[in-house]
């Protein structure tokens, strides 16, 4: 691990975490076209991901004042899925990590939920329970490297009728409890493997949230615009890539 290692993973992580184009996907990727390639520890990727969770809460930092206790309780209900997969299927989804094919079809499956988004018919539902299940779901799907969290969450929403800027915003607070949990299970799991530098760790969590933060705006813009297929050609191109290439 050196600084531009540091800097590179950070910002990887940032913009893929929030793009709808699959962060857990990048990642497996990159370890196979860099040999011998690993991330620096578990708690590298703490703060790497602590970088994502700050760029949320950053970006949002006005709506959380207004967020209603409904709100919160819909937040918590709609982490449950996720949260079910993760305890009970975690080490099956770990081996998936190893299946670079996978990846491949994963990414065209999320390139047509992309596609999807753009053609929804949004109103002015309110997120009711039943959505935030069903969105929820959309999530733990998520878990599977090459699906992209915000874009499956965002489809979800977008196409129960759930406004787009709306929609946006629930995917995108959603991934703190989600990251957040998904973190405290690898850290007690791992722990003890702590190893690394302190500075490396902090430039990683600040070139995180940066692009976490850029990341965010460049898919509410492009959502709102309607132009969420531009990230479905860039799934379709990579997975394509990976299917015959790698």
Do not use: W
Not at 176 to 195: C, D, H, M, R
Request: with cysteine.
């Amino acid at each position: 691990m050196n600084l531009i290692s540091s800097i590179f993973l950070g910002i990887l992580q940032g913009l893929t975490e929030f793009l709808p184009v699959s962060s857990s996907g990048h990642l497996v990727i990159v370890q196979n076209l860099i040999p011998g390639f690993t991330q620096d520890g578990v708690l590298f990727d703490v703060f790497l991901h602590a970088g994502t969770v700050l760029a949320v809460l950053y970006y949002f930092r006005k709506t959380l004042l207004k967020l209603t206790p409904k709100y919160l309780f819909l937040l918590l209900i709609g982490t449950i899925p996720a949260g079910l997969v993760g305890v009970f299927l975690g080490s099956s989804i770990e081996n998936l990590f190893n299946g670079v094919y996978i990846v491949g079809f994963a990414l065209l499956f999320t390139a047509v939920l992309n596609f999807l988004t753009d053609r929804a018919k949004t109103g002015s539902k309110e997120i009711s329970i039943k959505k935030t299940i069903l969105i929820g779901m959309a999530q733990a799907l998520a878990i599977i490297p090459g699906i992209s969290r915000s874009g499956s969450t965002i489809f979800a929403g977008t196409s129960l009728g759930i406004k787009r800027k709306e929609a946006a915003q629930f995917s995108f607070l959603l991934s703190v409890p989600a990251i957040v949990g998904a973190n405290a299970i690898q850290f007690l799991k791992y722990g003890s493997e702590v190893t690394g530098n302190i500075l490396f760790y902090s430039v990683g969590f600040i070139a995180a949230f940066i692009s976490g933060v850029i990341a965010i705006n460049f898919v509410l813009k492009f959502l709102l615009a309607g132009r969420f297929k531009l990230f479905a050609y860039y799934c379709v191109v990579l997975g394509v890539l990976v299917l015959t290439i790698l």
